[in-house]
């Protein structure tokens, strides 16, 4: 069975940082691409980062040069790092597997909830 489960959301003051992780069980890490969305309140979700199986990455323009992506095969893990966070980056952060190119993942983690004070 797959399984997505994200942890280290929380309270940040804007131009703090965060670091996000996302654990898989089941056969749906090795060889798929990985991602995180995220959902503003009264907003549609948006993709915010995704890595290959190759380890490359890609950021929506948002997020670019502040957050970073990273996988750990091993763990079959990743970890989104974000720094110089901003009040808009608030908003529940989705863990995703088996993406194609910036959407449609197979599946969803629950979700961790992110708030940037401003």
């Known amino acids: 069975q797959v399984q997505l489960v994200e942890s280290g959301g929380g309270l940040v003051q804007a131009g703090g940082s965060l670091r996000l992780s996302c654990t898989t069980s089941g056969s749906i890490f090795s060889g798929n691409a990985m991602g995180w969305f995220r959902q503003a309140p009264r907003k549609q979700r948006e993709y915010v980062a995704q890595v290959t199986s190759g380890g490359n990455t890609d950021y929506a323009d948002s997020v670019k040069g502040r957050f970073t992506l990273s996988r750990d095969n091993a763990q079959k893990s990743v970890y989104l790092q974000m720094n110089s966070l901003k009040p808009e980056d608030t908003g529940v952060y989705y863990c995703?597997?088996?993406?194609?190119?910036?959407?449609?993942?197979?599946?969803w983690g629950q979700g961790t909830q992110v708030t940037v004070s401003s």
């Open positions: 995703a597997a088996r993406l194609l190119y910036r959407s449609d993942p197979s599946y």
